[in-house]
Structures are given as C-alpha cells and as structure tokens.
C-alpha cells in the first residue's frame, strides 16, 4: 500500500494507462506468446493498481503469487528460445522475468513492510526511572535482507525503465510508419511499468 495520496494517484492513472495498453496490445496481437505476454502485464498492471490502495492488503497472497511465479517462469521460457522471443530481445523478456518475481515478492513482504513496529508483547507498560515514567522499547522493524532486497529492487527497477523511455522519445520523434508508432507505444508502456514498479517498491520502505 501507497502512504501518500498523490502517489497513491499518479500510480493508480500510471498503471491504468499501461493496463489499456497492454490489453489493447493483447487484442491486435496474432501471435499467442505476444498475447500471453501483453496479457500477463495486463495482470500485472491490475494488481499493481490493487497494491497502491488499502484494499489491495487484503487480497489473497498465495494466488497472486503463483500467478506471478508463472509468469516469470513463461518470459524465462521467451528469454531463453529465439522462436518464443519474436522481435523482443532476450534480455527484455529476461526483465520481464525479474519484473514477475518482484510483483511476487511485493505480495509477500508488503505487510511485512507496513507494519509499524509496536510494543514488544508484555512490555506494553512504563518502567520507572528516578520516578519518571520511560516507554518500553519498541520492536525491531522489518529484516535488514527485507529492506535491502526492496531497495535494490526498487533501484534496479526506476533505473531500467529509463533505456525504455529514451526509446519510446526516439522512436516516436522519427516515428512515420504505424509499426514504429505501435513500437514507440510500447516502449512508454513498459518504461511506466518499470518506473512505477520501482516507485512502489521505494515507497513501502
């Protein structure tokens, strides 16, 4: 979940608009990887939305996560045979592929992250130091490995999208024939994707 209520915004249209994208990408697509793979940032797109909001803590964590452990495990399968990988490089499927497991692993540390360390449980009292009340020490917050694996994610993820973007710039300033427009489109659509995906995965720390 977003804190912030102007990100909770920005990210809620952000992941909307690449939701649209893809699944109108999903539709004109003929060939059945490239519609699993529109449809699979579909999903993606859906439960960053959920994520952003408090009603999105609530949902179900282990079908969501098998639902992004298939999918990293379908664009490993694009990265790793030429025939699966169309017009895609390998190591864009192979993002792909970490963008999936970082959608599982946000399912499963996020309320591990939001949660305020609190009184340790039996020390919800006030000692007495020369007669002045000291609150009891708070709990310890998230693992270290927790917070470190979510900021290097988040990182990675706010820097790659930026080889996205400046392609989506340079392809749509030269942009002529429909195909370079579509492949101009899809680029912005996968640097927001990434952007947001790093923004989220920062903010919950």
């Given amino acids: 979940?977003?804190?912030?209520?102007?990100?909770?915004?920005?990210?809620?249209?952000?992941?909307?608009?690449?939701?649209?994208?893809?699944?109108?990408?999903?539709?004109?697509?003929?060939?059945?990887?490239?519609?699993?793979?529109?449809?699979?940032?579909?999903?993606?797109?859906?439960?960053?939305?959920?994520?952003?909001?408090?009603?999105?803590?609530?949902?179900?964590?282990?079908?969501?996560?098998?639902?992004?452990?298939?999918?990293?495990?379908?664009?490993l399968l694009r990265a790793a045979n030429g025939r699966l990988c169309g017009g895609h490089r390998r190591r864009e499927q192979a993002h792909h592929a970490l963008m999936a497991v970082a959608m599982a692993w946000m399912v499963a540390v996020m309320p591990t992250l939001m949660t305020s360390g609190g009184p340790e449980p039996g020390h919800g009292h006030h000692a007495l130091v020369s007669g002045t009340p000291v609150a009891a020490p708070s709990a310890s917050g998230p693992p270290i490995a927790v917070v470190a694996t979510t900021a290097v994610l988040g990182v990675?993820?706010?820097?790659?999208?930026?080889?996205?973007?400046?392609?989506?710039?340079?392809?749509?300033?030269?942009?002529?024939?429909?195909?370079?427009?579509?492949?101009?489109?899809?680029?912005?659509?996968h640097a927001a994707m990434s952007a947001g995906m790093g923004a989220m995965l920062l903010a919950a720390l």
């Fill in 156 to 189: 990675y993820f706010v820097l790659a999208s930026l080889p996205w973007l400046s392609a989506a710039v340079d392809l749509g300033r030269t942009a002529v024939l429909k195909q370079h427009r579509t492949a101009a489109r899809e680029a912005a659509c």
């Fill in 1 to 75: 979940m977003v804190q912030d209520t102007l990100l909770r915004a920005v990210l809620t249209i952000l992941f909307l608009g690449t939701g649209l994208v893809s699944l109108h990408r999903a539709m004109l697509l003929r060939d059945l990887p490239g519609r699993v793979s529109a449809a699979s940032h579909v999903v993606m797109s859906a439960a960053m939305v959920a994520m952003a909001w408090p009603w999105g803590m609530v949902l179900p964590a282990a079908p969501q996560i098998a639902v992004f452990a298939l999918s990293a495990l379908w664009f």
